[in-house]
């Protein structure tokens, strides 16, 4: 098996569990506190693995700009969402709905990337993925309400945002070391959340710091942040783009599995049927031979 094989599974597995201990962690914390904690332990964490490989730091404005930008995309809008979404929906919900990420990729790729043009199998992937979305968010209006159903749209917003920067890393952010352009994206992107956080929640050594609290909190800095944000940019030199958000057709599978053992979380009929045309949509956008590919 090789190595970027090896790296795409565990990927796919750390993020179907970040989606857990998300929901668990904001039993006790504030979304936005939350998602700031989570992201300074993993800068902290970070920021000596990068000083000890000694990497150059960029000259070209251009390569600081795109870090930064998409550092604000990625970690304070696409998470400030993800955090907040997830604390009217299941876990399970999130990440099914945050899977709708390659599809959004898929239209973003076509204008940027020159060689990941779209196909008809890929356009009706799209459009059954979408139509599954669809689903989804009418179930969450009949049976949670409104506000669920505003946490939902939030989700698919963050995967879009999460898309679009990730397309622009992959058109323009190659030849970046991905240790130092993750530490200067969360660098960039937990400012905004941090001042959002005490403006609205307050300071957070008020909050209840309970064990699981902790742990979750650890857990997604360390292994679900810095870890695996290190392993996601070797992979866009390894893998296309398409392929390598194939991780997000896997991730909800883990993460239903999770709540459901875990939070004892339920899908109705319609969520099912939602969540199988989301993934069936995503198996046609990412599955497709490359030339020369047998």
Known sequence: MSKPVLVWIGLSLIWGSTWLFIKIGLADLPPFTFATVRFALAIVALAPVTVMR?????????????????????FSVTYGLVFWGEQYISSGMTALLFSTFPLFGLVIAHFHLHDEKMTTAKVSGTVIGLGGVALVLSNQLHTT???????????????????????????HGAHLDPT?????????????????????????????????????????ALIGTALSFVLLYWLFKHMDVTRTMLITFVTPLVAVVLGVIVLQETFTWRTGTGGVAILLGLAMVVWQPRSGDG
């Open 54 to 74: 000694r990497v150059k730091l960029p000259r070209n404005p251009a390569d600081w700009a795109l870090m930064i930008g998409t550092g604000i995309l990625l």
């Open 145 to 171: 309400g409104e506000l669920a159903l505003w946490a939902s749209i939030g989700i698919v917003a963050s995967a879009a945002v999460a898309a679009y920067a990730d397309v622009l890393i992959k058109a």
């Open 180 to 220: 130092l352009m993750t530490l200067v994206q969360m660098c960039a992107g937990v400012v905004p959340l941090a001042a959002i956080a005490l403006y609205i929640e307050g300071n957070p050594i008020d909050f209840s710091w309970s064990p699981l609290a902790v742990m979750s909190t650890v857990y997604l």
